[in-house]
């Protein structure tokens, strides 16, 4: 159902930016929850950011705070993570994800969405 794509390059030096966007099909994205989770190798996912439907409420992870920013286009079936401010300790593979959901929830539930996409790289150099 979702397919993530990456603008801007999977490489980037500390400090860059970097905005990732997915893409999704079928009737029911504009009526769901989206986030963001990462995984990098030898830990556990974590929670990145979400957003609720209508774009009205969104909820970041304490480590990305202040540097990354999630929202969604309805009307394009897109949701998007711009990352500013990129720091090594943000290297990790990206995974969108829906959720039918509480989107307030979605932090403490980053095994259990009901939808993922395909995961995309990042790499931060320092």
């Known amino acids: 159902m979702f397919s993530c794509r990456r603008l801007g390059g999977g490489l980037v030096q500390a400090g860059g930016s970097l905005r990732l966007s997915c893409a999704a099909s079928?009737?029911?994205?504009?009526?769901?929850?989206m986030g963001w989770f990462r995984h990098a190798p030898g830990k556990d996912r974590e929670f990145v950011a979400a957003?609720?439907?209508?774009?009205?409420?969104?909820y970041y992870g304490a480590s990305v705070k202040g540097r990354f920013t999630i929202s969604r286009d309805n009307a394009k079936n897109t949701v998007t993570l711009q990352m500013s401010s990129l720091k090594p300790e943000d290297t990790a593979t990206y995974y969108c994800?829906?959720?039918?959901?509480?989107?307030?929830?979605?932090?403490?539930?980053?095994?259990?969405?009901?939808?993922w996409g395909k995961g995309t790289l990042v790499t931060v150099s320092s």
């Open positions: 079928g009737r029911t994205f504009s009526s769901i929850a």
């Open positions: 994800a829906g959720d039918l959901g509480n989107v307030h929830t979605m932090s403490q539930r980053p095994y259990g969405m009901d939808y």
């Open positions: 957003i609720s439907w209508n774009g009205g409420s969104t």
